[in-house]
């Protein structure tokens, strides 16, 4: 199984196996996330989505007191050696590699990634997490797009991690769309009510996604589920 702790905004940590991944660590500049302490965050990875301060804020202090791996595409990787991060992979869009704990595909995202200074963070990405306890889709932030058609053709998703705060990103309607594109019913939401802008009626999210026929899974802050396949 597959351990997923929900750290707020699109923070999340997950542990497969006896390897933790942690994504888009924001979690300082959030307010709604003041219970969990970032010095006890010890992750063996860090995924990043793109550039934008609300996905990276975190990663330079983790990355350094964990030493964990910090994975992303070819910019923003290069933002953080800069930084003094030498555990670090870079990839781009299409490309997969695989990890101990299995394999990772970078793919697209329709927003875009400039980093907190101005810096380019290249084009904005998700992943495609597939391990023998499942197979998982990271949407990081984005709009709605066909090409995650293609995400369902290659693989089997046990569960997809969506942006649901509408704004800057798709809004449930859209993202009821993605789950039906990449071929799952079970949504994990993310990237909502962490500023005005994304506040969204949770009550009225849920209902949509029943009327669909999907499970959407609205975490409290700090606490964990377990999914996946074993
Ligand atoms: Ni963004
Ligand atoms: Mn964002």
Known sequence: MIKITYLGHSTFLFTIKDKSLLFDPF?????????????????????VTHGHEDHVADVETIAKQSKA?????FE???????????NVHPMNHGGSKSFDFGSVKYVSAIHSSTL???????NPGGFVVKCEEGTFYFAGDTALTY??????VEF???????????????????????????????????????????????????ELA?????????????SSITLGKK
């Open 27 to 47: 979690i300082r500049p959030n307010g709604l996330a003041a219970e969990i302490e970032i010095s006890d965050l010890n992750p063996d990875f860090i995924l």
């Open 69 to 73: 791996m910090v994975v992303s595409n």
């Open 76 to 86: 923003i990787v290069s933002w953080f050696q800069q930084k003094g991060i030498e």
């Open 116 to 122: 907190p200074d101005g810096a380019s963070g290249g």
């Open 147 to 152: 090409d995650m058609k293609l995400i369902g």
């Open 156 to 206: 089997d998703i046990d569960f997809a991690l969506l942006p649901i705060g509408d704004n800057f990103t798709m809004g449930i309607k859209d993202a009821l769309k993605a789950a039906d594109f990449v071929g799952t019913n079970k949504i994990i939401g993310m990237h909502y009510d962490t500023f005005p802008y994304i506040q969204i009626n949770k009550e009225a999210a849920l």
């Open 210 to 222: 029943h009327a669909a026929g999907k499970e959407l899974i609205l975490l409290t802050i700090g």
